[in-house]
Every structure is written in C-alpha cells, then in structure tokens.
C-alpha cells in the first residue's frame, strides 16, 4: 500500500452523496484505480493531472475519497488544515501505528502532537544537528572503502548500511559492540517485516487482534506473529536501553535518545519509556529507508548528468564553501535530487469536518493530500521538470525570481506545521555522505537507461537500485 494511500477507515464520517462542487475525478471503478495505482503510481497520478488539472479526486474500494492535489499553492492550503479539521495523526495511525507506536510524532494530532514536537525538535536542529558532522562522516568513509572496485554494484543497500549506522549511533547513541552487531541484524528484518506484502495486506482490525491476541501469536507462520517477534526483540534492548541513560548521572551525551530521556514540557514532566520508544521508531522510520533512497536517486542522477557530477566534484576538490545565507552547489545537488526523485507519494491528512480548496468543497470524512511528486514536477515552478539541474537553487546561475519560485515549491518534507521534524538530519546526511562518497570513488552508471520507479514499502525506490561501477578517485586518501 503507497504511502499516501488511506489505511483504515473513519466511521460513517463520509456517508452520503458527493457534494455537486467536489472536485472531478477517474470514472474507473475504485478497484481498477488502485490496480493502477500500484502498477504504475507516477503515471496514475500524472494522468489525473493530465485530464483534470491540478486538484482531482481518487477512489479506493471501501473507503472514502481521496482529493489529491499537484501544485504549492493547493498544498498550502492542505497544510493549512492542520491548525483545523486536518488530522495527518489519525491517517497513518493504523497503516504505521504497529511499527512506530500510537505515541509518535507521525500517529498523533492535536495537543499531545504539539507536546511531542516541543520536545523531539531540540535535539534535530540547529547545533545538535551540526555536531553529527564528523561521526556521518566517518561512517560514511568507512561504508565507500568496502566497495568493489570496478563491478557493477546497488548503491542502495548500501546506503541503508549508512543509514542505519547513523540511527543506532547518532540517534540512539548506542555504542557497546553486542547491542550494535544485534541491531544491525534486528532493525533491517522488523522493516522488512513490517512493510511486507503479507503484513500490510491484512484489514487493519484484522491486522490488529492478529497483532493482540496472545492465541494468534502462538501461530509462527502467521505474518503477524513473525512481526511480533522481532518487535518484541527491538523493544527489550531499546527499553533496556532507555533505562540505563535514566540511571546515567551528569552532562547529557549529544545522540538524540539522551536528549529525549532528559527532555521535559511545560509542566516539568518527562516522555515515559514508551513515549521514548515511540519516537525513536520514528526516527528509524523517517530516516532509515527514506534517506538511504533519497541518497540512491541524487547518486543516480548523477552518473546520468555527468555536468552535474563534475561541476559538484570541482567544488568538493576546491574546497569551497558557499558564503553565509547562499546555496553551495552540495546543496543544490541535494535540493535537486530530492525534488527530481522524491521518495513518498504524497501527505495525507483525513478531514474531520468539511473544507474548501481550491474552489471546491470536501466533505467531512474524506481524504486530502498533497501529491509530493506532482508538485515538485510542476513546470510553472521547475522548468524542465525532468531534467536534473541543480543550478536552478542558484542565484548565480538562474533569475532571482525562478529560484524564489523553485524554493517555494520544494515540498519534499512536507509543509506547515506538520514539516518533518528530521529534515535537517536528513539534509546534513546526505550532504556529508553525498561528499565523502564522491571525494573518494568515481562512480558510472552500470547501465545507460534511467532507473524506472517502484513502490518498495513506503518509498519510490530505483528499479535496480542504483546500479553503478565505483572506481578509487585518483588522489584521493584512504577512509
């Protein structure tokens, strides 16, 4: 199931007729839209631009509508809903509600949200981000020295490796050699678990007594149980873990877990252990796969743009930095690579009371979302959507207004208040492995075609992913 496809469904919120004003939409029957969807997402949605404009409606078997719209200035607006009926929370609850918890950032809405976000932001901005720099880094170099030298090799397992890396030792700060080899293993087999066929595939209520029922969980060969079990694995050492850093007197240490422990609100009190927990599995969510895909398609553009490759790896050689309040090339290369490749489908919200937008009206109970790749391939904000150029995020090398517009427009964390609290861990991610990778190994594409995009769990993944031919830089030093 697509991330931006509905999970579960609102009681009796969305009964009744369609209002006259709704917006259009495909007249194939709601199972045929998903078949298509599933199939062939960035066309299915791209053909209801194509035919309806830039605000559509789509329809799933047994569940409510959902109006999807294609550029910023309609986004905005659904962004706006979150200061009212929009409930992003209640949307995911049931389709990652197992995964990260009901005491995510992701799962909530309303007042315990804003309590979360107060408490998570501080160790994701700023300083506290910025400090990770050389430990990324490191891993980063230590991940590139194991490449093969010369054979055609998939960039994003291995990006995953850096990924993880990062969660368990920026993140979760955990550093003793037996919990790190466990999680190592751990972590990658409860996400593949969790976004396997035969678990998502289940009803939600269904999915939910098999995921509770101590009878059901006696069964081993159910998808559900197989979940369990290694959840229940992660849990035990994530707990245990928390609970040591609440014995730990003194100075709080820098890695996000620390911080959340020694965290408290308004009135003084901490996160439980759960709450805690919760929030670290949406760390690992929300910067794990996603970032390691995102990593894959920027390197993937780039052994297909061989101008963008030389003009970003002039800059790494030279040194240079772009001055305060400008954009370096690193950074345009990371903006571009985002927005030519973003790697959800969309931001749901589910309406608890009727809205309009852009001269429609949406009916209470139904679904509304911003469709991240429509909008970051819309030709009145990015020229030539399909072509890769960083240099528009350039002020000297585009008109001044087309880089306000494209900066704007560039949604690929979301927007209002509800904008991924991670994203500037994500960013400083891919700027540093995106360097280290490419101060050390040349890298080709393993195959002249572009890599077509497939749904993998959540994420709009490369086809091969990102199969290309590393080569030792000349000059460049060991890792």
């Known amino acids: ?43 299915f949605y791209e053909a209801g631009r194509r035919r309806f404009g830039p605000i559509f409606t789509v329809r799933y078997p047994g569940l409510p509508p959902e109006v999807c719209v294609a550029t910023a200035e309609l986004a905005e607006e659904v962004f706006a809903t979150d200061g009212g009926p929009g409930r992003a929370g209640e949307m995911r609850r049931a389709f990652i509600g197992p995964l990260v ?26 300083r506290a981000v910025a400090a990770w720099k050389d430990r990324i880094a490191d891993i980063a170099a230590a991940e590139a020295a194991r490449w093969p030298v010369g054979a055609a090799m998939p960039v994003r397992p291995a990006m995953e490796r850096v990924t993880l890396e990062v969660i368990m030792r920026v993140v979760f700060g955990i550093e003793d050699a037996r919990r790190l080899g466990a999680l190592r293993t751990l972590l990658p087999r409860l996400m593949r678990l969790a976004g396997s066929a035969a678990l998502v595939r289940i009803p939600p209520h269904a999915r939910e007594r098999a ?23 992660v849990d035990a050492l994530l707990f245990d873990e928390i609970a040591r850093r ?19 609100d308004e009135d003084g009190a901490p996160l439980t252990d759960r709450e805690v927990r919760d929030e670290l599995m949406t760390l690992l969510v929300a910067g794990h796969e996603t970032t390691a895909t995102a990593l894959t398609w920027t390197v993937e553009r780039l052994v297909r743009t061989p101008r963008a490759m030389d003009a970003l790896v002039a800059e790494l050689a030279a040194g240079t930095t772009a001055a305060r309040g400008e954009t370096s090339y690193l950074d345009a290369v990371v903006k571009e690579g985002l927005r030519a ?13 009727a809205t309009k937008i852009g001269g429609y009206e949406i009916p209470a ?9 429509l909008v970051l391939s819309d030709p009145e904000a990015f020229p030539s959507p399909d072509r890769f150029r960083p240099e528009r995020f350039l002020a000297s090398e585009s008109p001044s207004e087309d880089v306000a517009r494209a900066n ?18 994500a960013l400083l991610e891919m700027r540093v492995v995106l ?26 993944a490369p086809s091969r992913s990102g199969l290309v031919i590393a080569y030792p830089r000349a000059g460049a030093s060991a890792a």
């Not at 890695?255 to 408290?264: E, F, I, N």
């Not at 427009?409 to 994203?423: D, I, K, S, T």
């Open 1 to 43: 199931m697509p991330a931006s496809m509905p999970a579960s469904r609102p009681a009796d919120r969305s009964a009744g007729r369609p209002p006259r004003n709704a917006p259009p939409g495909f007249r194939l029957p709601p199972a045929a839209q998903v078949a298509w969807l599933m199939a062939d997402p960035l066309g």
């Open 101 to 126: 918890g009901e005491e995510s950032l992701l799962c909530l809405d309303g007042e315990p949200w804003w309590r979360h976000r107060r408490l998570v932001s501080p160790p994701l901005h700023g």
């Open 211 to 233: 995921l509770n029922s101590p009878l059901l969980l006696r069964a081993g060969a159910l998808p559900t149980t197989r979940y369990v079990r290694v959840r229940d694995e």
């Open 246 to 264: 609440r014995a730990e007197s003194g100075e709080a240490a820098a890695d996000v877990l620390s911080q959340l422990v020694a965290a408290r």
């Open 341 to 353: 490749r973003p790697v959800v489908l969309g931001a749901p919200r589910l309406l608890d009371e």
């Open 365 to 373: 109970g139904w679904y509304l979302s911003a469709s991240i790749p």
């Open 408 to 425: 704007r427009a560039w949604l690929p964390f979301g927007g209002g208040r509800r904008y991924c609290a991670g994203a500037q861990l």
């Open 435 to 460: 360097a280290e990778v490419l101060r050390r190994v040349t890298l080709t594409a393993a195959h002249p075609e572009a890599e077509k995009r497939r749904l993998k769990n959540v994420t709009l």
